[in-house]
């Protein structure tokens, strides 16, 4: 008696995609059993985005910044960019634009901008900027 398959890897499919899949069982003569319901079934995206590139800070007045950049590059989708000011979370966005507010005048500030894909997967590189 030959031991059952119960588990199937399937090669050659797109990251973050979704697929129908269904499952038959064979006996040793050759008998096919009915298909079970499709089951939705979605790969993972293993892949983090690229980091935004160039990140240009502007001085709008001596208490605002505004950054921005051009589109992170994904293998599926960039869904949103984290902007991190000193180490510390500012704001989640969709846009390739923010403004920063509520600065001192002649301090300087470090900003990073982490782009986020639609797994949440997020480069460990980040486009940086001095800003004062």
Not at 41 to 58: E, K, R, S, Y
Not at 90 to 102: K, W
Request: net charge negative.
């Amino acid at each position: 008696m030959t031991q059952p398959h119960r588990s199937f890897t399937e090669g050659g499919l797109q990251a973050g995609s979704s697929y129908a899949c269904s499952v038959t069982a064979l006996d040793t003569v050759g008998n096919e059993s009915s298909a079970n319901p499709q089951r939705p079934v979605t790969t993972l995206d293993t892949t983090a985005p690229d980091p935004p590139q160039g990140v240009i800070g502007t001085a709008l007045s001596g208490s605002e910044v505004e950054l921005t950049w051009q589109p992170a590059v994904d293998n599926v989708e960039v869904q949103r960019y984290r902007v991190i000011r000193d180490g510390e979370h500012r704001a989640t966005i969709t846009e390739t634009i923010f403004t920063d507010s509520n600065l001192k005048a002649g301090i300087d500030y470090a900003y990073a901008v982490i782009a986020e894909d639609t797994s949440k997967r997020s480069e460990e590189h980040t486009s940086e900027l001095q800003s004062h």
